[in-house]
C-alpha cells in the first residue's frame, strides 16, 4: 500500500491540477503520489472508482493516464481541502492506494 510517510520519505517534484506531487515520477510508467492531506499512489492505483464514487464531499475527479501499466485513468485530490477524516476511501480502496493525514 501507499507509504504513509511519503512526504518524508520522497522529495515534491511539483504540482498538477493544483495538487501536489510527490516523486519519483518517470511518466507514462511512473507518475508518484498525487496530494498532501489526501494522498493517492498513482503507481497502486487500478482505478477501481470506490473511492470517488463514496466520499461524502467529492474530494476526487478523473484524470487520464494513457500508458500507466496499472490503469489508464487515476483519482485527483483534486479538493482534499474539503475532507472531513471520514476515512471511508482509505477502507475501501482494494488496493490500499490512498493515505489521509497520518493514518
Ligand atoms: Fe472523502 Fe472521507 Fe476520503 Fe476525506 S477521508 S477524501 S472525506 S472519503
Ligand atoms: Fe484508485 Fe483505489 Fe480509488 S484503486 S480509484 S484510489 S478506490
Known amino acids: 500500500g501507499i ?3 511519503f512526504d518524508d520519505n520522497r522529495e515534491r ?3 498538477e491540477n493544483g495538487v501536489d506531487v510527490w516523486g519519483p515520477v518517470d511518466p507514462p510508467e511512473q507518475l508518484g503520489i498525487h496530494g498532501v492531506h489526501v494522498a493517492v499512489d498513482y503507481d497502486l492505483c487500478v482505478a477501481d472508482g470506490a473511492c470517488l464514487q463514496n466520499c461524502p464531499v467529492d474530494v476526487f475527479t478523473w484524470v487520464d493516464t494513457p500508458g500507466h501499466p496499472e490503469s489508464d485513468r487515476k ?3 483534486t479538493y482534499e481541502d ?3 477524516d471520514c476515512m471511508l476511501c482509505v477502507d475501501i480502496c482494494p488496493v490500499d492506494a490512498i493515505d489521509v493525514d497520518g493514518s
Do not use: A, K, M
Request: glycine share 8%; with cysteine.
Open 3 to 5: 507509504d504513509p510517510n
Open 13 to 15: 517534484v511539483g504540482e
Open 82 to 84: 474539503q475532507c472531513i
Open 75 to 77: 483519482v485527483e485530490p
